[in-house]
């Protein structure tokens, strides 16, 4: 099997794609179906994540999103949670919480089904590598997680430069960042990223930059704006700050503002040099801009203008000859291309912005003329364009601020993005990170540890943190570590640990397999379940807890003595967590002594059906309990003796022994179907569906999922 890579990038997916796949014989797994397009253009295999998507996971989806969309509503009025919003009065704040509820319904189940979708996909392929195109936003933030969870590398591929306030987090998720400079590296470590986290590869979007540009890109764009390509060209690119980040809070008319100072000195400049055109570029975020901007141009009465957000912008650079931006990514473009730019950052309508954090994007002394107020915007344009000794000055600067900005013009950054995530793909543990645990997890798992134990294996991802924190309160014990479970040990240890919360049945199956293996018998293993996910059945076989772990762990012969449940407490990606403490029972006798019980069953079974033919469903339900009585581990004794107390209306006796039956056997399909029809006849039809899929969807099985 081939290793797999995921990716979530949309811009330059399909440059890296194609040198993913020229260097490496990998599978490429796509997250927006808008990729898809952009792959197809250059003839590149791919597969889209939404493919591992089932109808299974949705409904999983959509009942939890009933359960926690309850929590945070209630959460929403809370006094405390009011208190942490003041400037909101309470017009305000009602308007508020619906717009959090209504977002976070709906990016909730979404949230849910990418975790699952990611987990089938890692167990069905070698996933091996996670490219995203940032790590704080929800999609990409939530697979980066669950991505640690698996024990596979993540990878942020930084589109563009970190400035402000707006970009930069103090907290980098993915495994590793590549950024484009050593200064952007020093930007990172300088607010605690380590260094070893942040790879300077450049931005291979840029590459194309740094090769002159075709004639023929000029010709192209002039010929679908219908522009005069012997004619000057001066492209605007828009710049955005997102509404509900705090910068776009407080400054929401800053990008407007900025776009009406720009066009007036367009009318100025159109009045001055009729022969000259302009071309305005909103930024692809701006959902807006289209209608704004018309109205604005038609108020200014520009001529020769036009507005494009369809062309590539490396062929709007092409085909300009000055660019003017405000503190955009594209100014850092236009400087490979050899463009003049102009930066309008008018100081009046940042606030306090460029004093934040790490300031303005472009700095005095950068390849860039610089507009401070609205009435200089149209004098730099002109200088930019007309003026040699300007032009001249903006060449010296050039290769300086390339490399601040950029790490070098050779044009190879995707030679070394690609180098970097091959280096990942073929030695995962020098990257990836073990998942942040809570603390309180780390407490129970090292408090549950008995006594009389003296040696522990701990398996998993975060073995290092589980280790430490055992070593410091039990010295006396021997601790082995193994970030990766196995089949085969060469000893057997008194306590197994599981270092990662286990959120799918795949996951507990691989541990619990690795662990019957490694343990002793009377030996205990500790689990910790994302419960979230994770079902296991209670006294009351009502489903209260997650999914049919409890099947699972029959089938590996560990008995679960004790069940903790933690509330959600530091990062909320982790939710809640169950904590299972199991133990292996002593060897069970052998065949030889099973074979007595065994016969009884089957005699008894033998009479049971033989009365239930005949109707006597008294006599029937009491040979069919002797058969469970004799051997309790078939799930045809179980379903008999269900059938049997049903057809005497004990409905409730005869829902819990057909769950008896399941445990047993989750495939067995007269069980499944009995457990329907009782549940039908005792008011409990939902309760059984959701437990039925706790066993496994009708799917999985083979069966067909009830209405």
């Not at 069905?124 to 490219?131: A, S």
């Not at 100014?331 to 291309?337: H, K, M």
């Not at 950029?406 to 030679?415: M, R, V």
């Not at 009491?622 to 049903?646: E, I, Q, R, Y």
Request: glycine share 6%; charged share 25%.
């Amino acid at each position: 099997m081939k290793p797999t890579v995921l990716c979530t990038l949309l811009r330059g997916i399909d440059r890296l794609a194609e040198g993913l796949l020229d260097r490496m014989d990998v599978e490429l797994v796509v997250l927006y179906e808008e990729i898809g397009p952009l792959l197809d253009q250059r003839g590149l295999p791919y597969r889209l994540l939404d493919g591992f998507v089932t109808n299974d996971m949705r409904r999983h989806a959509e009942q939890e999103l009933i359960e926690r969309g309850r929590t945070v509503v209630e959460t929403l009025h809370t006094p405390a949670f009011r208190a942490e919003w003041p400037h909101y009065d309470a017009t305000a704040w009602e308007r508020l919480s619906e717009h959090i509820t209504a977002v976070v319904k709906e990016d909730f189940f979404q949230e849910l089904v990418l975790i699952d979708a990611m987990r089938r996909c890692a167990a069905e392929t070698d996933l091996r590598l996670l490219v995203v195109h940032q790590d704080v936003g929800r999609d990409a933030r939530t697979l980066v997680h669950t991505a640690r969870q698996l024990g596979v590398s993540s990878l942020h591929v930084m589109h563009g430069f970190p400035y402000g306030s707006c970009n930069l987090e103090s907290k980098v998720y993915a495994d590793i960042v590549a950024v484009a400079s050593d200064f952007v590296r020093d930007q990172y470590v300088s607010v605690g990223i380590p260094p070893e986290r942040v790879a300077v590869t450049g931005n291979f979007e840029w590459d194309i930059h740094c090769r002159p540009p075709l004639p023929e890109h000029r010709e192209t764009v002039c010929e679908r704006l219908n522009l005069d390509p012997h004619r000057p060209i001066i492209l605007y690119a828009g710049t955005f700050a997102q509404r509900l980040s705090a910068y776009g809070h407080r400054y929401p008319d800053r990008s407007r503002k900025h776009t009406e100072a720009v066009l007036d000195a367009f009318a100025l400049l159109s009045e001055r040099h009729p022969d000259w055109q302009f071309v305005l570029r909103p930024h692809p975020s701006d959902l807006d801009a289209p209608e704004d901007v018309s109205q604005l141009q038609q108020a200014s009465r520009i001529s020769a203008f036009r507005m494009d957000r369809e062309i590539a912008i490396a062929y709007c650079l092409a085909a300009a000859d000055v660019l003017a931006c405000t503190d955009s990514n594209v100014g850092i473009e236009a400087v490979l291309a050899g463009k003049p730019v102009v930066n309008c950052v008018v100081d009046k309508f940042l606030g306090d912005r460029s004093c934040e954090r790490l300031g303005p994007l472009f700095r005095e002394g950068d390849a860039v003329l610089f507009a401070r107020r609205p009435d200089e915007i149209a004098p730099r344009i002109e200088a930019a364009l007309t003026d040699p000794a300007a032009q001249q000055a903006l060449q010296n600067r050039r290769l300086a601020t390339i490399q601040r900005l950029n790490h070098s013009p050779d044009g190879k950054a995707l030679d070394r993005v690609c180098a970097l995530a091959k280096d990942m793909i073929e030695r995962p543990r020098n990257f990836t990170r073990p998942p942040d645990l809570r603390p309180d997890l780390q407490r129970l798992l090292v408090n549950r540890v008995p006594e009389d134990a003296r040696n522990v294996l701990i398996i998993g991802s975060a073995t290092e943190d589980v280790a430490g924190a055992l070593q410091q309160s039990r010295s006396d014990l021997a601790v082995t570590l193994s970030q990766h479970p196995e089949t085969t040990w060469r000893s057997t240890y008194d306590v197994v640990i599981v270092a990662v919360p286990t959120s799918s049945v795949a996951e507990v199956e691989g541990a619990l397999s690795s662990a019957e293996a490694a343990i002793a018998p009377r030996g205990t293993l500790l689990v910790p379940f994302a419960s979230r996910e994770v079902f296991i059945l209670d006294e009351s076989h009502t489903g209260i807890r997650k999914r049919g772990i409890e099947v699972v762990l029959s089938r590996h012969g560990f008995v679960c003595e004790d069940l903790i449940d933690l509330d959600a407490e530091g990062d909320g990606y982790l939710g809640q967590v169950a904590v299972a403490v199991l133990r292996k029972p002593r060897p069970r006798p052998t065949d030889e002594a099973n074979a007595k019980p065994r016969a009884e069953a089957v005699d008894a079974n033998a009479e049971g059906e033989t009365l239930f033919a005949k109707g006597d469903y008294a006599g029937a339900a009491a040979a069919f309990a002797k058969a469970v009585a004799a051997w309790d581990g078939t799930a045809l004794l179980h379903n008999n003796l269900g059938a049997s107390l049903h057809a005497l209306g004990q409905s409730d006796a005869a829902y819990k022994r057909f769950i008896h039956a399941l445990r047993c056997d989750p495939r067995n399909e007269a069980a499944r179907e009995n457990l329907r029809q009782v549940a039908q006849n005792c008011g409990r039809a939902a309760e059984a569906e959701r437990v039925l899929r706790l066993f496994g969807s009708d799917e999985a099985m083979g069966g067909a999922q009830a209405d």
